[in-house]
């Protein structure tokens, strides 16, 4: 099945296949998908050796956890797995699935894994800030990084880890005219994408996130949440920012909350 899905995806143009073996969402571990799979590393091997052989001009990749609990850290044998059956790269969350999201990740099984891999290695897992990316390369030793959650409502955020990187100072913060066309057309997408009345409803976690921390903003969103149609909700947000602009040239320094939640340790969650 797997293998048919990567086929017909890249014969619809996809350019890569990423296959996710990190999901911990019950649903998707339940019927032995995402990261369920990492208990079972004979199938591991025969859906990537299935995969790789369905696509044979396309790069396939590999997205795990450092493995199910604690005491089942298998990420070493998947990344085995992994490079004998062709996988092009393998990005690593540093928590297991028993993890979930709580917890800080742990970038010494990333570092272990980095050590013995023949192919590039990508760290994930809290990285938030061109700081933590910095710490994380130089830790984990691993060949790039991956960002998802504290890119939301701040995509801007990858060009500012490039610039930390490449020169050690940070940039400017971005002019709130940019937030806003990246932020409008970012809402053109989600309705096109999902459909008008649909899209409204999932647009409005994306403008909570643009407009997180930001002067005004938690009446603002009050006021969005209750506005039901495409043109009422982009009106609101063209004008928030048009008046935020009338203050502020460039994104005023927010109190954006840390990604990850909570403070125990991923170690002590696994117990
Ligand atoms: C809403 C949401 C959707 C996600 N969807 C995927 C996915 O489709 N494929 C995948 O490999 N990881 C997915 N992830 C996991 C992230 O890629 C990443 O491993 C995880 O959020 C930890 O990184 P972060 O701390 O930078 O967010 C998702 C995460 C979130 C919060």
Known sequence: MMA??????????????????????????????GS??????????EILEAVVRAVPATPVTLKIRTGW?????????????????GVRALAMHGRTRACGYGGEAEYETIKQVKAAARIPVIANGDID????????L???????????????GRPWLFREIEHFLNTGSHMLPPPVSEIRE??????DDVYLFYGRQAGVGIARK?????????????????????????EQQRRAVNEFFLALSDDNERLPATSQPEVATGDTPCEELAA
């Open 4 to 33: 048919d899905a990567a086929r017909y995806n890249v014969d619809r143009g996809a350019q890569i296949i990423d296959i996710n073996m990190g999901c911990p969402a019950k649903k998707i571990c339940n019927v032995m998908a």
């Open 36 to 45: 369920a799979l990492l208990r079972d590393e004979p199938l591991v091997a």
């Open 69 to 85: 609990d604690r005491e089942n850290r298998n990420a070493l044998r998947i990344l085995k797995i992994a490079e004998e059956s």
């Open 129 to 136: 800030s061109p700081e933590k990316a910095r710490a994380v």
């Open 138 to 152: 130089a830790s984990t030793g691993a060949d790039a990084v991956m960002i998802g959650r504290a890119a939301q």
């Open 182 to 187: 990246v932020l409008l057309d970012h809402l």
């Open 206 to 230: 994306h403008i909570s996130w643009y407009t997180r921390g930001l002067p005004g903003s938690a009446f603002f969103r009050h006021h969005m949440n209750q506005l039901p149609t495409v």
